[in-house]
């Protein structure tokens, strides 16, 4: 398995099988190395409906025809558009066949902007729970730090988990390396972070506060080592 990180949020697992595709925000992310015309994901697994995430969905899933698993309220959107979606809601968890898909609670907001419908409310931001071939890859979203991400830590065996520390809009430097304590994963990446002037931070910062996993701070199309 190679799971590799693509700017802001943007992070890429390819299967033996299957490419998936998290948070797809390329169009506007002066820190990402892909093109949304270039990507031919099976799958799309989305947090939040935030612009800033959701990013090059519909046109993404419209040219590979992808399947797009989100929370409730924002694959009914998508859905609305034409895209192959599957809704699911917090702390459900579905079989497919490239792997398991759970989402957790993130604590944050979640609408989509668009000049054709205005804003729109897109249902409860979430994390991702994934495991595929052994390996559990904890995606946070956009989040603050939460007590029970010590809940998620204690029942899931996390190898990696990508969390954000760009402060401002979700948790900062100080609160990631709490939750990192709280999750207990192998290896956790920085993410959401230097994309806008808001949220600037230096990784090496959130590193230096992290004592209990392996810190691997990643440029825009570097694998976690694994």
Do not use: C
């Not at 892909?34 to 995430?53: F, M, Q, R, W």
């Not at 495991?131 to 603050?144: C, F, L, R, S, W």
């Amino acid at each position: 398995m190679q799971i590799s990180y693509h700017g802001h949020s943007v992070v890429k697992i390819k299967t033996n099988t299957h490419t998936i595709l998290i948070d797809p925000f390329i169009t506007g992310n002066g820190l990402t190395d892909l093109t949304a015309s270039e990507e031919k994901p099976d799958v799309i697994l989305l947090t939040h409906g935030h612009n800033d995430h959701v990013g090059d969905t519909i046109e993404i899933a419209k040219q590979s025809n992808a399947l797009v698993v989100a929370p409730f309220e924002l694959a009914e959107y998508l859905g609305t558009k034409g895209l192959n979606t599957h809704e699911m809601g917090l702390g459900g968890a579905y079989e497919f066949d490239f792997g398991q898909v759970k989402f957790t609670q993130a604590f944050h907001s979640s609408s989509f902007t668009s000049n054709e419908d205005g804003t729109i409310y897109t249902g409860m931001p979430a994390g991702i729970l994934f495991t595929t071939e052994g390996k559990t890859i904890y995606h946070a979203g956009d989040t603050a730090l939460f007590g029970d991400m010590q809940l998620i830590g204690q029942r899931n065996n996390i190898d990696v988990a990508f969390l954000p520390i760009g402060d401002n809009f979700t948790m900062g430097p100080k609160d990631a390396a709490y939750a990192t304590e709280l999750l207990r994963p192998k290896i956790v990446v920085p993410i959401h972070y230097n994309t806008f002037p808001p949220i600037k931070q230096d990784p090496n910062h959130f590193k230096e506060l992290v004592s209990t996993a392996e810190v691997q701070i990643l440029q825009a199309g570097e694998m976690v080592r694994l």
